[in-house]
């Protein structure tokens, strides 16, 4: 059985930083991608970055290149999550998901398996 589960979110001012933490669990992330979401009431679901590989390759939402980094970690079957320079249009719920999309850019439709998510709040 397949399972996700997200820690590490909660509230910061704009400017902080938060490390978001995905515990895998039921499968190895060869030939999986895994991604993290996000999702604000009334919004669709947008992918924010996703990794394959241990990092081979990796892809960035356009608005937090540069603040977020993707990471994993093999060995541990954990995905990462490190958010810089936090603004309060990061506030979301923070969902990790495993799947194999067609290509890198991170479409929830094509991802199976997903975590119950992380609630994200940043105050300006």
């Known amino acids: 059985q397949v399972q996700l589960e997200e820690s590490g979110g909660g509230s910061v001012e704009a400017g902080g930083s938060l490390r978001l933490s995905c515990a895998v669990s039921g499968l190895t992330f060869s030939p999986y991608w895994t991604a993290w979401f996000r999702q604000v009431p009334g919004k669709e679901r947008e992918g924010v970055a996703s990794?394959?590989?241990?990092?081979?390759?990796?892809y960035y939402f356009d608005s937090v290149k540069g603040r977020f980094t993707i990471s994993q970690d093999n060995a541990k079957n954990l995905v990462y999550l490190q958010m810089n320079s936090l603004k309060p249009e990061d506030t979301a719920m923070y969902y990790c998901a495993a799947g194999r999309p067609r290509s890198s850019r991170p479409n929830a439709n094509e991802y199976n398996y997903w975590g119950q998510g992380t609630q994200v709040t940043v105050s300006s």
């Open positions: 990794i394959y590989s241990g990092g081979i390759f990796t």
